[in-house]
């Protein structure tokens, strides 16, 4: 039986994720509740067909105003963004996920995350650290008064830290989800760790079965 047709190499192949243990940084307080995916990544955005170049429309309708805070220089370079309550609800494009990565930002602080912003962010490599709602007021004040303030987010030990404050919080993150992180896993990332396999049954199946090919 012929060996499989060579497959043209994926997306993860092309642009493969890479493993996140720790996130140290800066943040910028974008102190607004409800922030939906529209906001993040209005939806003329969408139409592109490219995956980069999202961080020029990253909460782009807000950036028109110069007092928005990611205008603000004192805030520059910073790699976790804290958002308020109900981050990340409405559609379930991965746009939003995407233009927060491409903008420089590795993890999202919020005290609660749509389900769907959530779930996109750990397939994506976008740490979304979700701490009680009284931790993450906390930070965001903090955030606030000192823009230099340093936040450590620790995949491995699933905590958030600023030692500046004496703040040091635990959120959860699945098991698998870690994994993910820590290894730089998507999900066809995790399939390729069984690429062995598939390519056995795929040389030894069926003439009669549907084919790729």
């Known amino acids: 039986m012929p060996a499989p047709s060579p497959r043209r190499p994926t997306w993860t192949e092309e642009h493969p994720l890479e493993a996140v243990r720790i ?15 529209d906001q993040i990544i209005p939806s003329d955005w969408l139409k592109r067909v490219e995956r980069t170049g999202f961080e020029k429309g990253l909460f782009s309708e807000w950036r028109d105003s110069p007092d928005f805070v990611l205008n603000d220089e004192r805030f520059a370079g910073a790699t976790i963004l804290v958002g308020g309550p109900n981050f990340g609800t409405g559609s379930s494009r991965e746009h939003a996920v ?5 903008y420089g930002f590795a993890a999202v602080v919020s005290s609660r995350f749509g389900p769907i912003f ?8 976008l740490v979304p650290v979700e ?13 606030q008064a000192d823009p230099g303030l340093e936040i450590t987010v620790d995949v491995d030990r699933r905590t958030i830290e600023a030692p500046a404050i004496g703040l040091e919080a635990a959120f959860p993150l699945d098991d698998a989800v870690r994994e993910r992180f820590l290894e730089g896993l998507d999900d066809i990332g995790l399939s390729l ?15 009669w079965l549907p084919s790729a090919t």
């Open 131 to 143: 701490v009680p709602a009284e931790v993450a007021e906390t930070i965001m004040r903090a955030v």
């Open 118 to 125: 959530k779930n996109n962010a750990t397939k994506n490599g």
């Open 23 to 37: 996130v140290q940084g800066t943040a910028v307080p974008l102190d607004r509740s409800d922030v939906d995916t």
């Open 98 to 102: 995407w233009a927060i990565q491409q």
């Open 193 to 207: 760790r069984l690429e062995g396999s598939i390519d056995t049954f795929e040389t030894s199946r069926p003439t």
